[in-house]
């Protein structure tokens, strides 16, 4: 069998007229009488085969009756073009069946989520989520399209750890031999490592936080990148994570206009991505969220509620800056006017999405990140080599994370962020 | 502070004769009497920085003495070229310390490899590490760039899993709240769920064996890019892995020339790999084998010492293929001619290096498969949602799966797989 000469859904527009052969299954169908209609997908595109009991033996047409939902199919036939809309059919005048699928669970009708979720094996296979992974996978190129164009080198952090990264909470627990280590909640601490090698550094990986809440914002297992940069501050850190972001938008506007619509995903607001973002300071959005019926004080972090209040009054992505130190981690340098805050910024998605990514000048003081170190309860000789990193030509530098399902999620448009990853782990899910 | 319109020392020649700015650190250092010379590094490139007494006032001269190993400094001078070689280098005219370096505590003597790893964090700044990661930052993005070219889809798998992936030894346990979890050995079983939404499908991400052998080949904790593919057949695949290769090998060979020569690699049996790769079968590599002072049979796995001696006899990659099916994976198809034989090919490095790549065909019959399950000693209903795949739509299928690490240690020729990762875990070594 010649796989290769075969051709995909993409590409039936090149062949208008010639017969071809492809490979696909059949994710709909309907027949009357003499003819029948099956609704194909190969992963690159869908389009339509018209099964006519005209064009093929009485045999075969008769076996082309035994067809069900999802049922995997080799195809040969005609390409024709739709007379008015850019849509591709084919006339069948072959096929063979790979296989006749059992009665596909996920039928038309309406399912419950945890019916779907405890089928994410299958549910991968419908339009939606099939536009969704698209969209991923191109926010993921374009990350490393632009960590490339800017000089960023990927340094892989570790994902088994001796110590937390960040608190000491929300940490899970792995056997490793005889010892106790735990699986990583950032790679921040080890990349800032590599700034002193390589200037700008890079980690793209899952990280893990044992998170509790059960909220449309938190997965219990997701991917993060997490940059760092010597000789920096924050305004070019900033300046950065903007243009970082508007290269994701925009080619996802640009490439995925199919998986766009398929999810009714309202674009206009999207298209904001080229204007400059918003920046205000925690403690004018302390002030507005007040004014919109939040009681949240100074001293506080934007809880979820906060956050959806907030971003709906935006239309473009939103830097906070300033948060108060005390509820930022160990390691966030001071702002220089008021070292009761953090020299930080979170930048928060519009239309009720929120957080996407952190970032903070770091402390770049050896004395000053010891005291930190043991004014948050954790202990300087967990961090040692970190401190180390302050001993040895320490530099001004800074960095960020972003929640690639986060920023999945608010591109896509999604009411809960399970859908932005392949296979969602969250404290009642761990299958499949 | 305006770090953005400072220069990097990779762009020196565009600006030869202009007196510019730049940040650094001084990785070294010697200095005779008036004149001092600053061997330094900011991540682009290395260059030299002479510090005169002629240019600078007595005062400045006299803080340029304090300098020392890893100081980290803010230069401005005016940009020369070595008489003869293709070198810049920077006239001092200002300078000013972001910190002067307490003593390095790597410096050019002869260190253990016990130091060395335990001072990790300060070791990736060595020319030989920075160049290390240089060329596995350059295959990072040349997998990217091929699995782009050639339709896949990135579909990132769980790390945390209900079930053993591969098998049920050298398994890593989570406790996941009230539950028992365990740490992915492969993406492989996951992504084949998506090959039938998107045709294409790959992940690339750290995968976790709790190996309790100490070799120079093995990580307790490594990366690996899964790939896998609808309608296909081991031609096809073998031909996917060897264009990947190449173009990972090729983009090394035309982006890192400064780093092969700092690793003193000698390229020639690199630049073969624009040539066909060798292919020979399980029962040939076993007789070669035997000639060659090896005891293996016919119905065993190569070992460690097989694959070194084997891989020296090659000046290019080599596919072994038709390896027993009883020491291969369950989820392997048997070969059509000899159901004994799985229908499976390992790539294994020239030069000593061995496996870098395995792959097969995937059985896709559902009750061949749930025999294979049993006959491996697993629970079928551990594999309930990976057996569904064989019941809706089937198609012939494979995939593949590369060693980061594995390659990176090929590709710059070195001695042990622990200096191809930044962090490496190993079962006496989590530390940093």
């Known amino acids: 069998m010649n796989f290769m000469a075969k051709i995909k859904i993409k590409n039936l527009k090149d062949h208008l007229g010639e017969v071809v052969e492809l490979d696909a299954w059949i994710y709909n169908l309907r027949s009357s009488g003499k003819i029948s209609f099956w609704q194909l997908r190969d992963g690159s595109g869908f389009t339509q085969a018209i099964v006519s009991a005209d064009d093929l033996s009485e045999e075969k047409f008769a076996l082309s009756t035994k067809a069900t939902m999802e049922t995997s199919v080799s195809i040969k036939g005609k390409v024709n073009k739709h007379p008015k809309k850019e849509e591709y059919e084919i006339s069948v005048e072959d096929f063979s069946f790979y296989q006749i699928s059992e009665e596909y669970p996920i039928a038309k009708k309406e399912h419950g989520i945890d019916f779907l979720m405890d089928n994410r094996h299958l549910w991968l296979r419908s339009k939606r989520q099939w536009a969704i992974q698209k969209i991923r996978n191109t926010i993921i190129n374009a990350c490393y399209d632009f960590m490339r164009d800017n000089d960023f080198t990927k340094i892989d952090a570790p994902i088994l750890t001796p110590n937390a990264g960040e608190n000491t909470t929300d940490l899970f627990e792995v056997k490793y031999f005889d010892n106790k280590v735990y699986l990583s909640q950032t790679g921040q601490l080890y990349i800032e490592a590599a700034i002193f090698a390589h200037g700008r550094v890079f980690d793209f990986g899952p990280t893990f936080r044992a998170e509790k809440s059960k909220t449309r914002r938190h997965l219990t297992e997701f991917w993060m990148m997490d940059a760092e940069m010597a000789f920096t501050n924050l305004a070019d850190n900033l300046e950065i994570q903007e243009k970082l972001l508007r290269s994701m938008v925009s080619a996802v506007l640009e490439k995925n206009k199919t998986e766009l619509e398929l999810l009714e995903r309202d674009t206009k607001i999207l298209e904001n991505i080229t204007k400059p973002f918003y920046k205000i300071t925690h403690k004018e959005a302390v002030r507005i969220l007040r004014e919109n019926g939040s009681d949240i004080t100074e001293n506080e972090d934007l809880g979820g509620d906060d956050e959806t209040i907030l971003t709906k009054l935006y239309d473009n992505p939103i830097f906070i800056t300033n948060y108060p130190a005390a509820i930022k981690a160990f390691y966030m340098k001071r702002n220089s006017e008021d070292s009761t805050r953090a020299e930080c910024a979170d930048l928060l ?43 040895y030509g320490s530099v001004p530098h800074g960095g960020f994370g972003f929640g690639l399902e986060r920023i999945v999620t608010w591109i896509c448009g999604l009411q809960h962020i399970r859908e932005s990853i392949p296979f969602a782990r969250t404290i009642y899910r761990i299958k499949p």
Chains 1, 2 share one sequence.
Do not use: C, H, V
């Not at 009720?352 to 990514?357: A, F, L, N, S």
């Open 349 to 391: 998605a519009p239309e009720g999405y929120g957080e996407i990514i952190g970032g903070s000048q770091r402390e770049e003081n050896y004395d000053t990140l010891k005291k930190r170190i043991i004014e948050f309860g954790l202990k300087p000789e967990d961090y040692d080599w970190y401190l180390d990193l302050r001993k």
